[in-house]
């Protein structure tokens, strides 16, 4: 976007403009969404504020996990433990969405 410029001067320029920057020392960024994950491994993260706002701008090896609960499987062994959909789901993601195994744990 920039090529070409000296990052002192960008970072001055930048500066003057009131954009500060933040690299984020992070070993994985993961992002929830409704039917999944986007996991980000070895990312190389910059927060930046600019006049109160802040953001992230972030880069690395991106992969997508689908959702492998389903809802009806965390309320199913939610009745057959009475434990909390917490407790549930944590047990479901160590057992990779085996039910029996779950239930055996939470009994």
């Known amino acids: ?6 990052p002192k001067k960008m970072q001055a ?10 690299e984020i020392n992070a070993s994985r960024v993961i992002i ?6 986007i996991v980000i ?3 190389n993260v910059v927060k930046i504020n600019m006049q109160g706002n802040e953001s992230f701008q972030i880069t690395g090896d991106v ?12 309320k199913l062994v939610m009745e057959k433990t009475g434990k909390s ?10 057992f990779n969405g085996d039910l029996t195994e779950a239930i055996t744990e939470l009994s």
Do not use: H, T, W
């Open 85 to 94: 959909e917490k407790q549930v789901r944590e047990a479901l993601e160590r």
């Open 63 to 74: 992969s997508e996990q689908e959702e492998e609960i389903s809802e009806e499987d965390v």
């Open 13 to 22: 320029m930048m500066k003057q403009m009131g954009i500060k920057q933040e």
């Open 32 to 37: 929830e969404k409704d039917d999944g994950n």
């Open 41 to 43: 491994n070895n990312p």
């Open 1 to 6: 976007m920039f090529g070409g410029i000296d």
